[in-house]
């Protein structure tokens, strides 16, 4: 049986925020259309989402992979609404940059061809990053970052970091998403989430936890080269999809972030709050004097979103749903 408010498609499905995303949309009211890798080489786990309380008749799982863009046509035919969430991961840079792009490309633009051919998708939320808005030549230089800045790709071709390959195929696909709905009259929305925290529904610590919470889940590199952290809840990140898949004002980029934040706020809660995970405070990385940069969320704000957690819900949620699942 078809929700009261129609069929919308998630790709991605069994990913943190996708999963999550579902479940909330359920909870609201849609049917869903969530779409996972058939591949053998990346086999997606999707009971975690099929046995959500909700699934049960208004929830359907379909084969679809970025490297076939067509795959996602049978997921997407009828639906009124997409979010497109799904994107290749290598954090670990281990795969050709390029490779990483044309696959993220080809598959976007595959979803949102698709899209124009159900003729019902009346908007899509494209999933993007803060990395695609944050990561410029002179960003000592600013205090804030709005919708207005772009990361600039050949700067970050000249960066070894971690996970710049994800940081690059954010940022070209969200232009070519943006670009192919006005072209073509579809309307694209996109999202900036920072880094997303609290629980999850699956049963892996989520891919991006790393840098969203270093001093815990993080590397001893990444620990070392993340000085500080815009955080969102994954709650509130689930909402502001839905907020502005169903707001009729809603157009272009939108930020999404609650909380600027140093390492070292977070080390030394973490410190206090959970001593038995012995987080050190004293790292000479971990900077106590210095400003975070301001990810500006006001263009979301005006259009009537309201944040409901902060920073010690994100840290809590993350830390205790860990330990609850045997990851901590």
């Known amino acids: 049986m078809e929700g009261a408010k129609g069929t919308v498609c998630v790709t991605g499905g069994a990913g943190y925020l996708a999963s999550w995303l579902i479940m909330r949309l359920l909870q609201r009211g849609y049917s869903v259309h969530g779409t996972f890798r058939s591949d053998q080489k990346f086999k997606e786990d999707i009971s975690h989402v099929v046995s959500l309380p909700e699934a049960s008749g208004k929830l359907k799982f379909f084969e679809a992979d970025l490297g076939n863009p067509e795959s996602f046509d049978a997921a997407i035919n009828g639906c009124v609404g997409v979010f497109h969430v799904a994107h290749p991961i290598d954090l670990e840079d281990k795969i050709d940059i390029d490779k990483i792009i ?37 960003r000592n230089d600013v205090q804030e970052i709005d919708e207005s800045s772009w990361s600039e790709v050949d ?32 309307d694209v929305v996109t999202l900036l989430p920072s880094s997303i925290l609290g629980p999850f529904i699956g049963s892996n610590i989520p891919v991006g936890f790393p ?17 500080e952290s815009s955080l969102v809840h994954i709650d509130d990140i689930a ?10 004002n809603a157009k272009g980029r ?29 790292s000479p990385s971990l900077m106590q004097d210095a400003k975070p940069l301001h990810l500006s969320s006001k263009k979301l704000l ?27």
Not at 113 to 135: D, G, N
Not at 157 to 184: D, M, N, Q, W
Not at 256 to 270: F, R
């Open 211 to 227: 840098f969203a919470l270093p001093v815990v889940f993080g590397t001893e590199e990444l620990r070392n080269f993340l000085k």
């Open 102 to 138: 044309k696959i993220s490309m080809d598959g976007t633009l595959g979803i949102l061809k698709s899209c124009l051919k159900s003729k019902t998708v009346k908007r899509v939320i494209h999933t993007s990053s803060i990395a695609a808005a944050l990561m410029i030549n002179n």
């Open 302 to 328: 005006d259009l009537g979103f309201t944040f409901k957690y902060g920073l010690e819900e994100m840290i809590d949620g993350a830390i205790q749903c860990s330990k609850e699942k045997g990851l901590l």
């Open 239 to 248: 909402s502001t999809q839905i907020f502005l898949f169903e707001s009729p």
């Open 254 to 282: 939108y930020i999404c972030s609650a909380k600027d934040v140093l390492v070292h706020e977070t080390a030394k809660y973490l410190s206090i709050k959970y001593p038995e995970l012995q987080i050190s405070t004293q």
């Open 155 to 186: 700067f970050m071709r000249s960066v070894k970091a971690p996970g710049i390959s994800y940081c690059i195929s954010k940022t070209i696909t969200e232009r070519a998403a943006l670009e192919f709905g006005e072209k073509h009259g579809l």
